[in-house]
């Protein structure tokens, strides 16, 4: 007969946490107080006069925001928003308690996946970094590894938003240089969603904008966070604070500044459009002050992200945050170690979008053997975040009873259904000695690179699949683009 279990907490995602209830309490305190009274600047007049009609004290730049303005935004963000992919289908759940992994957008170098040498990055990449991650199982949405090169300045961010998009049916991470390439990337997303209600219904990228730490909002970063608001684009709003250098060297410290920093962004977007999506978190570690570098591998990098997750939690916000990126410029055993550290850290600390998956040399160099590399400890670390399930199934007490001591479980039928839930490797070696040898002896980098360029020449990804029309479409905001750099930077004498 079955049992009736009540008063039971059923299998939950296990967590570590970092801060104590007070300490929460403290830091967000802290926080508040920050704005309150040392306030933070906003570069951009609109902003500024909503956040005065609001109850914000102005003077020149620098706005002092309220407690009761902090926490009228933190009670309109939605607490679970879906992004969706071209073709219409959902994508992913921004929420707290769901975790994504994915690269990260700008470095101004790539490893070229032929030579495996440093080289500017190409055009071409950014649909290659898109059609490897759609193919990678634990990489949950696609950012572009790095910032084209050969393209019309000031519009790399446009072609890798328009290249990538079409290349990937995963959730698509952009960012722009200013708000007219954001608003371009907005019209692509409506082209490839049907409309711009069709947009709303089902948006198909979040935008990545990113403050100037410390406290500055500056006008390019507030006017694609006031467009987005406006538009109902869901967005992260997020800073890239360096202990020691743009805030504190204290952790407690670095964590209420950096905390600060973002809630200007969510403030302003709520006071614009109640109900629209912010993430915010962002880049976290400290300047290492011997070498002068901001340091992607440092277990500071870890342990600042993780804790500003519970701080970000404790607002009620998804959060955005960091992992698998790593100081050394090639694939070895340190860029194993600082990645598997930082993935593992912000897998058990419940982050919603993870970014950087893929960083080298300090955030210098993309590199996409990296990434895959990555998504590989990605599944380790989800295999541990899954936990232990613990049933009447699951504890076999019958199988237990039946084999009894010195037998085995091989041919039991619950062996075989449960054998199947284990993590299964792709990169990891678990060969004999003997196959090892006979395979010619790879090492990980051997695995990875051969992994890599077998998903790069046989995964050929959604693209096909973009409607004629579409591409035609797109193609036409490009072009206008490219019109509108050239007519910005003719002479004016001349226009």
């Known amino acids: 007969m079955a049992t009736t279990r009540a008063n039971q907490i059923d299998n939950i995602t296990p967590r570590f946490a970092l801060l104590s209830d007070d300490q929460k309490q403290r830091i967000y305190l802290g926080m508040i107080k920050t704005l309150n009274d040392t306030g933070a600047h906003v570069h951009h007049d609109e902003a500024r006069d909503i956040l005065e009609q609001h109850g914000a004290r102005v003077v020149g730049e620098r706005v002092f925001i309220p407690p009761q303005l902090v926490r009228r935004a933190l009670s309109t963000v ?23 992994f994915g690269p990260g957008p700008t470095p101004p170098f790539f490893i070229d996946p032929d030579t495996l040498e440093r080289r500017k990055y190409l055009r071409k990449d950014a649909a290659m970094v898109a059609r490897v991650c759609d193919a990678l199982p634990n990489i949950g949405y696609v950012d572009s590894l790095g910032s084209i090169s050969d393209v019309t300045n000031g519009l790399a961010d446009l072609y890798e938003h328009a290249d990538q998009i079409q290349n990937t049916t995963k959730p698509l991470m952009s960012w722009a240089f200013n708000v007219e390439n954001c608003r371009d990337e907005h019209r692509i997303g409506i082209v490839l969603a049907g409309g711009e209600a069709e947009f709303r219904q089902r948006p198909n990228f979040i935008h990545y904008g990113e403050p100037i730490s410390p406290l500055v909002s500056d006008y390019h970063a507030m006017s694609k966070c006031v467009y987005c608001a406006t538009h109902r684009i869901p967005q992260v709003y997020t800073p ?8 504190p060297a204290s952790h407690a410290g670095q964590l209420v500044v950096g905390l600060s920093e ?135 007490l019958e199988q237990i009873k039946r084999v009894g001591p010195g037998g085995h479980y091989l041919y039991e039928d619950h062996t075989l259904e449960w054998a199947r839930r284990h993590w299964r490797p792709t990169l990891m070696d678990r060969d004999s000695y003997e196959d090892w040898d006979r395979k010619g002896r790879p090492a990980m980098r051997d695995r990875v690179v051969k992994k890599t360029r077998d998903i790069i020449e046989n995964y050929e990804g959604p693209a096909a699949r973009v409607p004629a029309d579409a591409r035609k479409q797109i193609d036409a905001i490009l072009a206008e683009a490219e019109e509108r750099v050239r007519s910005q930077s003719r002479p004016k004498q001349l226009q």
């Open 240 to 247: 890239c604070s360096i202990g020691g250098a743009t805030v």
């Open 262 to 396: 973002a809630m200007v962004g969510v403030v302003v977007a709520q006071l614009i459009n109640p109900g629209t999506c912010v993430v915010i978190g962002g880049v976290q570690s400290i300047l290492d002050m011997r070498q002068s570098i901001y340091s992607y591998g440092a277990p500071e990098l870890s342990l600042l992200s993780a804790a500003l997750t519970e701080m970000v939690h404790f607002c009620g916000l998804p959060m955005f945050s960091t992992s698998g990126c790593t100081d050394t410029k090639t694939m070895e055993a340190q860029s194993g170690m600082e990645a598997a550290l930082s993935i593992h850290a912000a897998m058990l600390s419940g982050a919603t979008f993870v970014h950087d998956n893929g960083y080298t040399e300090s955030g210098k160099t993309g590199s996409i053997f990296q990434t895959v590399l990555d998504d590989e400890i990605i599944g380790m670390a989800r295999a541990i975040q899954q936990g232990i399930v613990v049933n009447d199934e699951s504890l076999a």
């Open 78 to 100: 939605p607490p679970t928003t879906t992004l969706f992919n071209w073709e219409g289908e959902e994508s992913c759940r921004i929420e707290i308690g769901r975790t994504y």
